[in-house]
């Protein structure tokens, strides 16, 4: 992953790539009703060539106490979790204005 953040930086160093990365990113959370009333939480817009989605759904699943997964570039999360994951993501480095709540 880091291979593939130099080429996109231009040499910066990582970290402070990743943070760019982080910075340019829209992220949407919105709700889905699934059959039989079951609610999920989608997470979309963010970039899988800069951030590790499998790694970023695990910690949030672990952070909530909840099943879920990631695919298609989407982080899926069983239950009612979109105020919780915009304050878990703003703590992870990701800025308050580019996290919307689609209602």
Avoid: W
């Amino acid at each position: 992953m880091s291979g593939e953040l130099s080429s996109l930086c231009g040499g910066l160093p990582p970290e402070l790539c990743e943070q760019l990365a982080r910075e340019q990113q829209i992220i949407k959370i919105k709700l889905e009703k699934r059959r039989y009333g079951r609610e999920v939480t989608i997470i979309e817009g963010l970039d899988e060539r800069e951030i590790n989605l499998k790694k970023l759904a695990s910690q949030l699943k672990s952070k909530l106490a909840t099943g879920g997964t990631y695919k298609n570039g989407r982080i899926e999360l069983q239950g009612d979790h979109r105020h919780r994951v915009k304050a878990i993501l703003m703590e992870m480095g990701f800025p308050e204005e580019n996290i919307i709540i689609v209602e």
